[in-house]
């Protein structure tokens, strides 16, 4: 019987690749059944170090790592035996049900987070690396083991091993890995198990890499759902727009991502959006120049509106200085010596998120006010006090900080059509059609109005598939499909924000949060959405 380092005793093979071959055995110290992975080739300290570093995990999501063991022929490395098929074994068989790989999926991110928390990148996660077990536990395997150079399913660069046709865009371009390149291999794996095919893998390595770097339309998923959202959120080339690991967790969970995300590329052009010779007129008077994002027809009644304001407050001023004092023969409140009357307001908006109409929301105001005559007082030395000085007997003022005000944000999502250039902006109280799945999360709209913010209304260009955000209540003269919420016409204070434009490619009119409109045409900013 071979025994290897006078410890693990040969039972059988389990499999063989370009790697090497993996043996069944037993450990003669603590009698339990192990894996037993045979590598010939390689840089045997490098493998030490990572299996080390592997061997630091304990997750049940990652099958453990229990030695390394250097003989002169060959490095071996002992695992945890787990006998199930792999993702890929079963994929064999056709696509899996997407909710399948929705749990599969929390179980390998899991394994992930455990794994990038430790400082720990896989580098190699694809659908041959997933067991899944009969009751449906998924384990995440070879966790920082070196790859063999001769396997013809993997390449390198720069020392960075992997399957080409998992491998992150930017590993290609001189960056290392890293926790984002492990989640891209994931977007990967997850659209092969849903869709029944690799998305960039080709016929040739070349052809891979040039899918990966260049093809916009390969990773489109047609499955729907919350796991569409996160193929296509992990799927996205440029790193810092690429989904994270909580926001994953969170679509796949059921939740909504934070409203601190951004994963809309700024200055990238979208996987969804083709520059499309224009088949529609631009919707009629809504073309506004940058940066002013109001309605030309509202400009006027706004300034005079403005200057009825100035000359009001300007009355008011003069009526107050020629006031009389309220008591005889005593300064007025306000004037030198005299306490002033102290005014505290405070302003609250409630409201829940709306729907398909407009709602009415009327911000409350509760003004108090304090104050009395006041009484000539001198000083000791029979000098008038300094002003300022508080007056025996009378209420100190007081001075409040402007509170902000308690917002209620409205998720607003950017969706799209598989297979057609068609967009649509929607909250959770204004679902998106029919066929639409989630492309990104744009930021939060507020629930309830506040000076300096307006409606946004999601319209339909009547008689088209042609959908499109407006501030105008009639949509412009289309159709009105609801309303959506309340977006600031300048950024707000007290709170992250970022402009959102409309946008045009033709026959399809979009949302993005690009100044460029990633590579389409500009019609005007919208607003600002909260960050």
């Known amino acids: 019987m071979r025994v290897v380092a006078n410890r693990y005793e040969v039972l059988g093979e389990l499999g063989r690749g370009g790697m090497g071959v993996v043996w069944r055995a037993r450990d003669r110290v603590i009698g339990r059944v192990v894996a037993l992975k045979e590598i010939r080739s390689g840089d045997d300290q490098r493998i030490l170090r990572e299996a080390q570093t592997a061997g630091r995990l304990n997750d049940p999501g990652v099958v453990a790592v229990y030695d390394v063991v250097i003989d002169p022929d060959a490095t071996y490395i002992v695992m945890e035996l787990v006998e199930a098929p792999t993702l890929a074994d079963l994929m064999a068989r056709g696509p899996l049900d997407p909710e399948r790989v929705g749990a599969i999926a929390l179980q390998v991110l899991g394994a992930l987070e455990k794994a990038h928390a430790a400082g720990i990148v896989h580098r190699d996660v694809k659908p041959s690396n997933i067991m899944v077990l009969p009751d449906g536990r998924a384990k995440l395997a070879d966790f920082g083991i070196a790859r063999a150079m001769d396997d013809p399913g993997t390449t390198t660069k720069g020392g960075i091993m992997g399957s080409p046709g998992y491998m992150a865009p930017e590993l290609f371009t001189g960056s290392g890995p890293a926790p984002a ?48 959202a996160v193929i296509t959120g992990l799927l996205t080339r440029q790193v810092e727009a690429r989904l994270t690991a909580p926001q994953v967790r969170d679509l796949l969970t059921g939740g909504v991502l934070d409203d601190a995300t951004r994963v809309v ?22 073309h506004e120049p940058e940066p002013e994002p109001t309605p030309a027809r509202g400009r006027k009644g706004l300034l005079i509106a403005g200057c009825a304001a100035l000359v009001v407050a300007v009355a008011v001023g003069v009526v107050l200085a020629l006031r009389p004092s309220p008591t005889a023969g005593t300064p007025a409140a306000g004037a030198a010596g005299a306490p002033a009357a102290t ?157 959102v434009y409309r946008c045009n490619a033709g026959a399809d009119h979009f949302d993005s949060v690009s100044s460029t409109c990633e590579g389409q045409q500009v019609e005007f900013r919208i607003g600002y959405l909260i960050s």
């Open 343 to 499: 005014s505290t307001t405070t302003g609250t908006s409630t409201g829940a998120a709306p729907t398909s109409a407009k709602p009415s929301s009327t911000p409350s105001a509760t003004t108090t006010s304090t104050g009395a005559s006041a009484v000539p007082v001198t000083t000791a030395s029979g000098a008038p006090p300094a002003p300022g000085t508080p007056t025996p007997g009378q209420p100190k003022p007081t001075t409040t900080t402007p509170q902000q005000p308690t917002r209620t944000k409205v998720v607003l999502s950017r969706y799209h059509r598989p297979g057609t250039p068609g967009h649509f902006s929607g909250t959770p109280g204004v679902a998106a059609p029919s066929g639409f799945v989630r492309e990104a999360v744009l930021g939060a709209l507020v629930a309830d109005a506040e000076p300096g913010t307006r409606e946004l209304y999601a319209c339909r260009v009547t008689g088209r598939d042609d959908w499109f955000s407006s501030v105008d209540g009639g949509c412009e003269g289309q159709q009105v499909l609801g309303f959506l919420g309340y977006l600031f016409t300048s950024p707000p204070s007290g709170a992250r924000s970022h402009a």
């Open 265 to 286: 590329p700024l200055d990238q052009p979208t996987q969804y959006v083709d520059a499309v010779v224009p088949t529609t007129p631009q919707l009629p008077h809504w």
């Open 181 to 228: 390149s492990d989640l891209w291999a994931l977007g990967a794996t997850l659209f092969h198990a849903v869709e029944g095919r690799s998305p960039f893998q080709r016929d040739t390595t070349a052809a891979t890499l040039h899918a990966i770097l260049y093809d916009q339309h390969s990773a489109a998923p047609t499955c729907g759902g919350p796991l569409a």
